[in-house]
């Protein structure tokens, strides 16, 4: 039997013919023949009811002469409005129609003495004549008859406000009035209401158009439609069009406009083929209207006529793989193999690219493809791929860093059986042996094993080449080699310009996940002349603590079990790409980055208190050994960076001889001051002088320099004036700029990556010049050197004539210089916030991905908790913005407790409080960006399209809820929304089971079904779990 007894074609009903005949012959008279007669319901006599039924909205067609009883609304669900029996008949007759009645009454009198066609006539003809009878009872008992579902009992989740549906449930606003009259209103209730300043509220309601205005936005769409019939090629037509149809002026709905939209969009594109807005527009107005199946479909019809259009195929991999629905690992690799051959021909296209754009093109798809094998923890594939990229940019075959060696493997079985006999609950066992697995088993193995654990791990290059694909230019080369290390989670992208020019990925999927990236101030701060206990030792700290809360596996963290591989890992791939270069300064930028990284490791294990001596004699016998090599010997910077790493490392200022003693030798013979490797030697042995406040020596070796003496002379041989100083420091200066605006005025192509790395000649007698004039007093005149040398065409931020990477890459300079100014300032301690703020405020909006920027505005403790926020959010920078606001919340609770100076019985309380104020006001950091928040700002809106594609903000939300005050169904929907944003990040799915134990084996299938990397299988443990407590039971 249907559900409908309309549609069922077994059983007909009674006089079905006859029906048909009336139906007929009264088409003519009425059209209430067209209504739906489902709920048919012959009139019974009301049993043991002290009242009367009334179906609702009952009105049959006057034309249908045998139709039986009234017909319930389907809007009401089939209800029954009950009428007291006890009233009056005429008022009940007069709230049935007549039309009914009638009907009611033909349906009843089986026998007629006329025919069917004058009774249907004459039902017809007598509506307004006949008298109105009286409503027969209903009954609400139905016998067996019945062919539909009768609702006898009210639905209880509308009787309550909690069960009732999202959209369906009123906002109840409670005015409390006041407890000694309850009649007076407030005294602000007549004042109106006012919208916070700190938020403007998105969701604006569209004004209603007057019918002048509908008028005339309908006359127009009808010109544009006439016009663009005779005259296609008008681009602008099409698109206010396009913007016509988007408003309210029809009354269609919303899948009408946009299919109308869809198919103006499909004509314009056929006129103008490849054009970019229209491109854009067409997939932003298919992505807000069909789901993502449907998108799919018709971008692969688009693709089929327009093979080589990257939006087309940006919007496809985005469909596949940020939807819950369609991401599958190898759907998604298959969308980025298809793209990347297809980019690669584009010069077969109408349209071709030059060698320059297409690399960055297929960097970019490079960098997506190989962040998605990471975050779906397809670590075997990647490191497949970058050994192959390697071997074709290196002359150096020998990699076996990035294969798989059993010895180094070894660990691995031991602390597996001590996981398996700790007797924890079955989802710990498997998320702790799953990490221990991702530490160790990370390799692919470098040729097919007889009998390998892992097979997934046996990898030939033949199945990641179609992932890679060779540069056009020459200089793509670097680039790619940085973005190799890059993946490798090596953090040394410390300047707002280095990131612009690395940071290559698709918009709104590619935002890195890797923690690491904060720990690049570790490894190269941008000023030694800080003390260091104002160099950020809090901030340091809560940037180390974070990282080993959020770092994944593999990493080289220190906390991680088996990092040491990964270490190595990093490590001997760097001296590889050193090896492999013939470039010297190609050479150069890689063994910096190994310095770093030996300082970077090494600063940690000593902010964590966890330094040993022993871990420095090996550190500086690495470094002794690669400077002992025939190729580094003469590398006068390799010698500066090893004299920093010693300075860092030492456990106190009173141990810094050896750095001094590195830094003395070099600039101890017959200093060369043209060289500017040199120059960078005597700038770095200024500045650790002046962190050790040794104004005097520093200001000597200044001298030295301005006048072109060596730094090993006496200060009683030097003898001039502090003026004659400026003027022979303005000279070096002048001669240094002047060869700058020589080369950049004929500069054409960017400014090489290597130059990054390098030490600039301009930079460094910039900042020796400023640092004399604080020695010497004269701040003010520094300050005004930088502003005219920023108000300059060279030092502009968008240069209109000179190429853009060179000035931009020297104004972010000028401004680091201008902040270490501000600490060498003569003044008092209360005035050095606010001119912080006045220095950073600006280099923030210019330059919002510096790390040093981003680090001192999170130590604003004097400004209020707004203005940081704000300006933190209104950077645009992703996943930093709600890192630094995090660790800025962390450090303003930390400072404002640790000042205080509780007594002893008041110091648990206070922890409580911090706890729970820091949980707030950490919450309301993730909350601010969701769509939910009903005063959500236009910054905030447009950061969540990229927020919500990064892992790790929902890894921190999610951190967030796991505390006493959240339940565990606030984390669930939490992490439901999380993977639907981000359904391929195996790291999400971790952090699920861990945050909602109960959903570990939902988890699992989950991450099967989207064929997400799994070492353990939950099967193989619980066997493993098993046997090894039968062999302990046994003894």
Not at 2 to 25: R, V
Not at 187 to 212: A, F, G, Y
Not at 438 to 447: G, I, R, T
Request: proline share 4%; net charge neutral.
């Amino acid at each position: 039997m249907s559900l409908f007894p309309a549609y069922d074609g077994d059983k007909s009903k009674k006089n079905s013919n006859s029906n048909a005949k009336n139906l007929e012959t009264s088409a003519h008279a009425n059209v209430d023949w067209q209504r739906n007669q489902s709920f048919e319901v012959p009139a019974q006599r009301c049993v043991n009811a002290p009242f009367y039924i009334r179906p609702l909205g009952s009105d049959s067609g006057s034309g249908s002469g045998s139709g039986s009883g009234s017909r319930l609304s389907s809007g009401a669900s089939a209800r029954s409005v009950a009428v007291p029996e006890a009233g009056s008949g005429a008022n009940l007759e007069s709230s049935l129609d007549s039309d009914t009645d009638q009907s009611d009454s033909s349906s009843g009198s089986g026998s007629s003495s006329k025919p069917k066609e004058d009774q249907s006539d004459s039902s017809t003809d007598s509506d307004c004549s006949l008298p109105k009878k009286k409503a027969q009872r209903r009954s609400l008992e139905f016998d067996g008859d019945v062919k539909y579902y009768v609702d006898k009992l009210a639905a209880n989740y509308h009787l309550l406000w909690k069960t009732l549906p999202a959209f369906t449930r009123p906002k109840y606003l409670v005015n409390m009035r006041r407890l000694i009259d309850p009649m007076q209103l407030r005294h602000r209730d007549n004042q109106k209401r006012k919208r916070s300043r700190l938020s403007k509220s998105t969701s604006h309601k569209e004004p209603k158009l007057s019918s002048k205005e509908i008028a005339k936005k309908t006359q127009r769409i009808q010109e544009l439609q006439s016009l663009l019939a005779n005259e296609p090629q008008q681009l602008d037509s099409w698109l206010e069009l396009h913007q016509l149809l988007a408003s309210t002026v029809t009354k269609s709905n919303r899948l009408a406009i946009a299919e109308q939209q869809m198919h103006k969009l499909e004509t314009a594109l056929t006129h103008h083929e490849g054009n970019e807005m229209l491109l854009k527009l067409y997939v932003e107005t298919a992505i807000a209207t069909y789901s993502d199946s449907q998108v799919a479909s018709k971008l692969e019809e688009m693709l089929k006529r327009t093979p080589y259009e990257f939006i087309l195929w940006k919007a496809l991999i985005m469909t596949t793989q940020g939807s819950m629905a369609r991401c599958t690992v190898p759907d998604v690799l298959l969308t980025y193999e298809l793209c990347m051959e297809r980019m690669q021909r584009k010069h077969l296209d109408k349209r071709p690219l030059s060698p320059r754009q297409s690399d960055e093109l297929m960097m970019k798809l490079f960098h997506n493809c190989v962040l998605f094998m990471r975050q779906s923890g397809h670590f075997d594939q990647m490191f497949a791929l970058l050994k192959l990229v390697l071997n074709l940019n290196l002359k150096n075959d020998n990699l076996k860093c990035l294969s798989a060696c059993e010895e180094n493997e070894a660990p691995l079985i031991e602390y597996e059986e001590l996981v398996l006999r700790s007797g924890m609950p079955m989802h710990e066992i498997w998320t702790r042996v799953e990490r221990l697995r991702q530490s160790y088993n990370f390799l692919p193995y470098s040729e097919m094993v007889a009998n390998p654990r892992d097979w997934q791990r046996c990898i030939e290059p033949m199945q990641v080449s179609p992932f890679l694909f060779p540069m056009k230019c020459v200089e793509s080369g670097m680039q790619l080699l940085l973005l190799v290390m890059q993946m490798m989670k090596l953090p040394f992208v410390r300047t707002d310009c280095l990131a612009e020019r690395l940071c290559s990925r698709i918009d709104q999927i590619g935002d890195s996940e890797a923690i690491e990236t904060l720990l690049v101030e570790m490894g190269d701060r941008f000023t030694y002349s800080l003390p260091r206990h104002s160099s950020g030792l809090d901030y340091s700290t809560a940037v180390i603590q974070m990282a080993k809360q959020l770092a994944t596996s593999p990493t080289f963290m220190s906390h991680a079990i088996g990092h040491e591989l990964y270490v190595d890992c990093i490590a001997q791939t760097l001296l590889a790409c050193s090896d492999g270069l013939q470039d010297s300064s190609q050479r150069l930028v890689f063994l910096l980055l190994y310095i770093r990284f030996e300082r970077l490791r090494l600063t940690m294990l000593k902010i964590g208190g966890q330094l040993k001596a022993e871990q420095c004699v090996q550190a500086r016998q690495r470094l002794r050994d690669l400077l002992m090599r025939p190729a580094n010997k003469e590398i006068t910077c390799l010698y500066t960076e090893m004299a920093i790493t010693e300075y860092e490392t030492a456990p106190n200022n009173e141990n810094v001889e050896r750095s001094s003693k590195i830094l003395n030798i070099i600039l101890g013979t017959s200093p060369d001051y043209q060289d500017t490797q040199m120059v960078q030697a005597l700038v770095v042995r200024v500045e650790l002088l002046l962190a050790q406040e040794k104004r005097t020596e520093a200001l000597h070796l200044l001298k030295c320099l301005a006048l072109g003496k060596s730094p090993s002379s006496r200060p009683d041989e030097i003898i001039a004036t502090p003026d004659e100083l400026v003027q022979c420091s303005t000279r070096l200066l002048d001669a240094a700029l002047a060869a700058m605006r020589e080369q950049a005025g004929g500069a054409v192509d960017p400014m090489p990556l290597c130059d990054y790395f390098a030490p600039n000649r301009v930079v460094l007698l910039l900042r020796t010049h400023c640092l004399m004039l604080c020695l010497l007093n004269e701040v003010d005149k520094a300050f005004e050197l930088l502003d005219r040398l920023l108000a300059e065409p060279h030092f502009a931020l968008e240069p209109k004539e000179l190429e853009r990477t060179r000035c931009r890459f020297l104004r972010e300079q000028v401004r680091e210089l201008q902040l270490l100014l501000v600490f060498h300032i003569p003044s008092r301690h209360n005035t050095l916030g606010r001119r912080l703020r006045t220095v950073l405020e600006p280099a923030l909006v210019e330059f919002p991905r510096n790390m040093a920027f981003l680090h001192r505005w999170s130590e604003l403790w004097t400004l209020p908790w707004y203005k940081l926020r704000s300006r933190l959010i209104q950077c645009k920078v992703g996943i930093l913005s709600v890192l630094h606001l995090i660790i800025a919340a962390h450090m303003r609770f930390s400072q404002y407790f640790s000042r205080r100076g509780d007594v002893e019985e008041d110091v648990q309380s206070a922890q409580q409080n911090q706890r729970l104020l820091q949980y707030n006001r950490s919450l309301n950091i993730f909350e601010t960006f969701l769509p939910t928040n009903p005063h959500r700002s236009a910054e905030e809106a447009d950061q969540y399209w990229i927020l919500r594609r990064n892992s790790l903000y929902w890894r921190l939300y999610l951190r967030c809820l796991s505390t006493e005050q959240t339940s565990f169904e606030r984390s669930k929907r939490c992490l439901l929304m999380a993977l639907d944003e981000c359904p391929w990040d195996k790291s999400l799915y971790m952090e699920g089971i861990t945050s909602v134990p109960q959903e570990t084996s939902n988890m699992q299938d989950i991450m099967i079904e989207k064929e997400v990397r799994i070492f353990a299988l939950p099967d193989e443990l619980s066997v493993l779990r098993d046997a090894n407590q039968k062999n302990i039971s046994k003894y």
